[in-house]
């Protein structure tokens, strides 16, 4: 297992769960609870140890995963949250190797997700129109991401209701307010047996991008659905749903572009 080196981001969190970030940089200090921390008692020890600091304050120190870096990233626009980034990922089908088309770039959290899922040979391209927002997204994405993982994105400063430049792309993937508008430009851009997913927050949005998949000819097998997810208690006796949680985030519509061509495939024998 590769130590925490020098350089590394790394998350500090409590036995009640509070988590502070952290960038390890040999030589500097940190104030934590009103102790100093030294970055170099950290520096060459395993991802997942256990810290105790001379007044009895303990805690964890991790590389944080994506969910744990996504949650805790400085915001431009309003994230996806790990729920439906995870949902998106499977239900978009998002391989190794695939063009994915994204629009808007917001703060990079699904970004970030599409980018590790089609991996080395894969490309995101990501439409943004609001400069501050894709370059806010850019310095999360980078602060997370290697070099050649970061290569893997292009964002675009175009309006995407305006068309897709890009042709023959494998997914289209829309966390936008209109995503009814690029319907029609995705008909024409999106390969044969791709996926179109678009995440929308009100009803009467879904209405809108489904009746303009339907009245496109080049989709078909469309779906929509929400997930909510509901953490549990388990202690002692009481085990049982906890009281609160997130009610709504927001609608995944998929559909499936097609070819209506039919080929004639009767037995020959
Ligand atoms: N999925 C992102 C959040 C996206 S918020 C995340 O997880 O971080 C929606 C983004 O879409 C905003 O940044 C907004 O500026 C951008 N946007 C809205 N309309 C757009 C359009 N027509 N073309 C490109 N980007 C657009």
Redesign the pocket.
Known sequence: MQKLSDGELVHLVTADEKEYRLTLKAGSSFKFSGETLLHDDLIGQNDGVQVSLSRGTRFFVFRPTLSQY?LFMP??????YPKD?ALITMWADIYPGATVL??????????LALLRAVGEKGQVIS????ED??NR?IKNIKEYLNESEFGRLLVRP?????GILEQEVDRIVL????PH??VPHAAQKLRSGGIFLS?LPTVPQVEKVVDALRNESKFDFIETFETLLRPWNIDGRSVRPQLRMVAHSGFLTVARRVSRIEINAQDKL
């Open positions: 996504t915001r431009g626009a309003q994230i996806l980034i994204e629009a808007g770039v917001g703060s990079g959290a699904l970004t439409y943004e129109i609001r927002f894709a997204a175009n309006d995407i209701y305006d966390d936008l307010p209109e508008r690029v995440f």
